[in-house]
């Protein structure tokens, strides 16, 4: 499991793995800290503290709706272009 414990942050293993998914993780802002989808403008909040022990299974779960949101509207826009072809 990626993230078995979250404690606000991602550690350098956790960020190598989250990059080869075109994630990437910002704590750059005031707020929460941010997993964004390179590329696309698709942001998901990540909790600044750990709540729970389930905190860290939610974050994995965030990250994998994230990443299927993007790849899914990637896919549609790509359809749209190949019917825009075809007419």
Known sequence: M???EWKGSVNPHQRQVLN???VYFDDSG????KFRYGGTGYVSSAPSTTSDFKTGKR???QIVQLIEK???EEYEKQQKEKERERK
């Open 2 to 4: 990626l993230f078995p």
């Open 20 to 22: 080869k998914y075109n």
């Open 30 to 33: 005031k707020n929460h800290p």
């Open 59 to 61: 974050v994995a779960t």
């Open 70 to 72: 993007a790849r899914r």
